[in-house]
């Protein structure tokens, strides 16, 4: 069992930056590929970053060279610093965990889920 939690999400202008975090507990943090999603109003959720225990990562087209996953298995925390951020950006974020070996873009692949972090980007 692993329980998240996300935090830094916020208010933005364009053009600006936040980095979320998403503490771990629970469970052996290192075995678990790690990813974002987001989800905006009338909209589906969408993956957006995944990062394996070793730092092998992926990230979605539309933020690719913006947004950067990270982790830090002795903090047992994973992050996600966004720059250069839009308007299309504003979402809840939600941090993700899966069991699976090799990275996942696939909501239904991650076992665990956090509560989600509200981003706003203003124009």
């Known amino acids: 069992q692993v329980h998240l939690v996300e935090s830094g999400g916020g208010l933005v202008m364009a053009g600006g930056s936040l980095r979320l975090s998403c503490a771990a507990s629970?469970?052996?943090?290192?075995?678990?590929?790690m990813g974002w999603f987001r989800q905006a109003p009338g909209k589906e959720r969408e993956f957006v970053a995944a990062?394996?225990?070793?730092?092998?990562?992926t990230h979605a087209d539309s933020v690719k060279g913006r947004f950067t996953i990270s982790r830090d298995n002795a903090k047992n925390t994973v992050y996600l610093q966004m720059n250069s951020l839009k308007p299309e950006d504003t979402a809840v974020y939600y941090c993700a965990a899966t069991g699976k070996v090799a990275l996942r873009r696939g909501e239904g692949d991650y076992d665990y889920w956090g509560q989600g972090t509200q981003v706003t980007v203003s124009s």
């Open positions: 629970g469970s052996t943090f290192g075995w678990f590929v």
């Open positions: 990062v394996t225990w070793s730092g092998a990562t």
